[in-house]
C-alpha cells in the first residue's frame, strides 16, 4: 500500500526555519499532485502548498506565501517544504498528502494522507 511518511517536525523558535519531509513508499505516485496540509487546533485542516508532479505549477495559500517553500524530488521519491519565518503559525500538525491531478491537491480530493508531524512554536 501507498504509505506517506512525515518527518523533520518538532519545535522552532518563533522567527525561526523549520524543513519538513515526505518519504513516499508502496508505489509510485506517477503524475501525482502533493502538498502539505497543516491543521492547528480548533480549526479545519488547510492546504498550505502543493506541487504539481513535474514542478511546473505550485500552490501556496495566503497567510505562507514568501515564507513557505515546497520542493519535490521524484527520484527519491520525496517531497519537502520549508518554513521560513515561523511567527505566528500557532501550533499544528503538518500532513503530506497526495492527489492523482495538482488540481485535486484540495481536503476532498487527496487520495492519500501521512500521519502528519507536529510544529509547536517555543515560547
Known amino acids: 500500500q501507498v504509505q506517506l511518511v512525515e518527518s523533520g517536525g518538532g519545535q522552532v523558535q518563533a522567527g525561526g526555519s523549520l524543513i519538513l519531509s515526505c518519504a513516499i513508499s508502496?508505489?509510485?505516485?506517477?503524475?501525482?499532485?502533493m502538498g502539505w496540509f497543516r491543521q492547528s487546533p480548533g480549526k479545519e485542516r488547510e492546504c498550505v502548498a502543493a506541487?504539481?508532479?513535474?514542478?511546473?505549477?505550485?500552490y501556496y495559500s495566503d497567510p505562507v506565501k514568501g515564507r513557505f517553500t515546497i520542493a519535490r524530488e521524484d527520484a527519491m521519491n520525496t517531497i519537502s517544504l520549508r518554513m521560513n519565518t515561523l511567527i505566528r503559525e500557532g501550533p499544528a500538525v503538518y500532513y503530506c498528502?497526495?492527489?492523482?491531478?495538482?488540481?485535486?491537491?484540495?481536503?476532498?480530493?487527496?487520495?492519500?494522507w501521512g500521519q502528519g508531524t507536529q510544529v509547536t512554536l517555543s515560547s
Open positions: 498528502a497526495a492527489a492523482q491531478s495538482f488540481m485535486r491537491v484540495t481536503a476532498g480530493g487527496v487520495k492519500y
Open positions: 506541487v504539481s508532479w513535474n514542478g511546473g505549477s505550485t
Open positions: 508502496g508505489h509510485t505516485l506517477i503524475s501525482y499532485g
